[in-house]
């Protein structure tokens, strides 16, 4: 059976990148998670926050991208953990900000994108063209108790729930 994965991502700029100079890129990283993938398996991600976007304190984050008015690509594959293939591109093209987040999107030769642009309306971005080489993923673990654990609880719920009415009934004399 395969479980659900969340993962941390954080990115910066490359200023290096001719085709990133000039454009409004600037120095820093964009943070966030993903949530509600399926290890060992492709699949989207149920929510993708941007928790933080350092080029501009007033941005309003965290913000989940999932919910913006355009969608256009949520792809991820994870196997044993790790993410292995990623392609996100939404746009919130209609709010005043003009907000957006490209995940490894092929848009300059072989390497995909990596962008983000929260508040600014896309005056301020974090971007670099390095693919899954310039960004970072980081799997949450989420401690989900096993099965035999749940039934060590029930049990134990039960043992307690049996010594009190016992107790109880002791305490009336009818016992």
């Known amino acids: 059976m395969a479980s659900a994965t969340d993962f941390i991502f954080t990115f910066g700029s490359d200023l290096t ?8 890129a600037v120095s820093g990283t964009v943070t966030g998670r993903i949530v509600g993938l399926t290890d060992n398996a492709t699949s989207s991600a149920q929510s993708v926050f941007i928790d933080s976007f350092s080029p501009n304190a007033g941005a309003s984050v965290p913000v989940d991208a999932r919910l913006w008015f355009s ?9 044993n953990g790790v993410i292995t293939s990623a ?9 005043a900000s003009l907000d957006r987040l490209y995940i490894n999107v092929p848009i ?3 390497g995909g994108t990596n962008y983000a642009s929260v508040g600014s309306n896309n ?7 390095q693919g899954l080489f310039g960004i970072t993923f980081t799997r949450i673990d989420t401690a989900v108790p096993e099965p035999a654990t749940w039934m060590m609880m029930l049990i134990g719920f039960g043992a307690i ?5 016992r107790s109880r009934v002791r305490a009336l004399g009818l016992a």
């Open 161 to 165: 729930g049996f010594a009190a009415r």
């Open 71 to 79: 969608q256009f690509e949520n792809s991820f594959t994870v196997q």
């Open 87 to 95: 392609v996100f591109h939404a746009d919130n093209d209609f709010s």
């Open 108 to 110: 300059y030769g072989a």
């Open 123 to 129: 005056s301020t971005s974090v971007w670099n063209n």
């Open 17 to 24: 990148d001719p085709n990133v100079m000039g454009t409004g």
